[in-house]
């Protein structure tokens, strides 16, 4: 076989091994296995009347001048002449079969990221409420600029106060439950942040300064332009609502939306913590979230 049609078989079934075609038998003696080990020397099967083959023998050699026999044609040679060049063949079928984590990740606007970083960078020292002088941190968010989902909470908790990060603690493990259920990873599917940014010695939630930080949050969902805002509490969902009357039994009902994007609001992380009957229901608003970000 010639070093082209050998190259190209050699990586046509490659390819098969790649993505997973098992009805190729690659066995380490035979013609396969030698390809695919890099062998030089091909054991040839003839392919007799009755269509068996047998292996080890060899295809008579053509004398000089003439043209090799057809009937000593072989088995691998047919099928090098029937193949596509590997660049050729489906490569979304090779895509399709490759696990997400080892898939590209999707382009990033760099735009969107670098707007948010200044935002960050605006706000990190701001001193506009009395919570300022008793936080540790500001915990502004984290997550993606590309999210198509915006995770907003009540305010932060002490853990999150220290790392300066939002949803640690129990309350961050519940929510990897969560969105682990959803198939929306943490990291690159949504941005997480609280309405309060910043948590004050002896409460956590405190409606004036969170109509302070109100203006943050409403930059960072212009700068994100989520498909979905998914309210966890009470406390934040009545504010960006503007009507908390009934609770939040009442806000989890309707169409809601927030500069734009559909907003669903549900019980606090805390609160499903300490009262798991209420993740039942929880779980319905993630279906609704699902739906709207998924189209």
């Given at each position: 076989?010639?070093?082209?049609?050998?190259?190209?078989?050699?990586?046509?079934?490659?390819?098969?091994?790649?993505i997973g075609v098992d009805s190729l038998v690659f066995g380490h003696l035979s013609a396969v296995g030698e390809i695919l080990?890099?062998?030089?020397?091909?054991?040839?099967?003839?392919?007799?009347?009755?269509?068996?083959?047998?292996?080890?023998?060899?295809?008579?050699?053509?004398?000089?001048?003439?043209?090799?026999?057809v009937g000593g044609t072989t088995a691998l040679s047919k099928l090098a002449a029937k193949m596509k060049p590997v660049d050729?063949?489906?490569?979304?079928?090779?895509?399709?079969?490759?696990?997400?984590?080892?898939?590209?990740?999707?382009?990033?606007?760099?735009?969107?990221?670098?707007?948010?970083?200044?935002?960050?960078?605006?706000?990190?020292?701001?001193?506009?409420?009395?919570?300022?002088?008793?936080?540790?941190?500001?915990?502004?968010?984290?997550?993606?600029?590309?999210?198509?989902?915006?995770?907003?909470?009540?305010?932060?908790?002490?853990?999150?106060?220290?790392?300066?990060?939002?949803?640690?603690?129990?309350?961050?493990?519940?929510?990897?439950?969560?969105?682990?259920?959803?198939?929306?990873?943490?990291?690159?599917?949504?941005?997480?942040?609280?309405?309060?940014?910043?948590?004050?010695?002896?409460?956590?939630?405190?409606?004036?300064?969170?109509?302070?930080?109100?203006?943050?949050?409403?930059?960072?969902?212009?700068?994100?332009?989520?498909?979905?805002?998914?309210?966890?509490?009470?406390?934040?969902?009545g504010v960006l609502l503007g009507d908390d009357r009934g609770g939040i039994e009442r806000m989890r009902l309707g169409n809601?939306?927030?500069?734009?994007?559909?907003?669903?609001?549900?019980?606090?992380?805390?609160?499903?913590?300490?009262?798991?009957?209420?993740?039942?229901?929880?779980?319905?608003?993630?279906?609704?979230?699902?739906?709207?970000?998924?189209?």
């Amino acid at each position: 076989m010639s070093d082209n049609a050998y190259s190209l078989l050699a990586g046509w079934l490659r390819y098969q091994r790649d993505i997973g075609v098992d009805s190729l038998v690659f066995g380490h003696l035979s013609a396969v296995g030698e390809i695919l080990a890099g062998g030089r020397r091909l054991r040839s099967y003839k392919v007799p009347a009755d269509g068996g083959g047998v292996a080890g023998s060899h295809p008579p050699k053509a004398k000089a001048g003439e043209k090799p026999p057809v009937g000593g044609t072989t088995a691998l040679s047919k099928l090098a002449a029937k193949m596509k060049p590997v660049d050729e063949l489906d490569a979304g079928m090779l895509e399709r079969r490759r696990p997400a984590a080892l898939r590209p990740p999707a382009p990033i606007n760099s735009g969107r990221r670098e707007r948010l970083a200044g935002l960050y960078r605006e706000v990190m020292g701001c001193e506009k409420c009395p919570m300022s002088s008793s936080r540790a941190k500001v915990v502004f968010g984290a997550g993606s600029a590309d999210g198509r989902l915006f995770v907003l909470g009540d305010a932060p908790s002490a853990d999150d106060d220290g790392a300066g990060l939002p949803f640690q603690g129990e309350a961050g493990v519940l929510l990897d439950s969560i969105l682990g259920k959803m198939k929306v990873d943490r990291k690159s599917g949504i941005f997480a942040a609280y309405l309060q940014k910043c948590k004050s010695a002896d409460t956590e939630f405190v409606r004036g300064c969170a109509e302070v930080c109100r203006s943050i949050l409403d930059r960072q969902i212009a700068i994100i332009e989520p498909r979905a805002i998914l309210v966890f509490g009470e406390s934040a969902a009545g504010v960006l609502l503007g009507d908390d009357r009934g609770g939040i039994e009442r806000m989890r009902l309707g169409n809601h939306s927030y500069m734009g994007a559909p907003l669903v609001a549900t019980y606090g992380l805390p609160l499903m913590v300490n009262d798991t009957s209420l993740r039942r229901g929880a779980w319905r608003d993630m279906e609704r979230v699902l739906s709207i970000i998924n189209g």
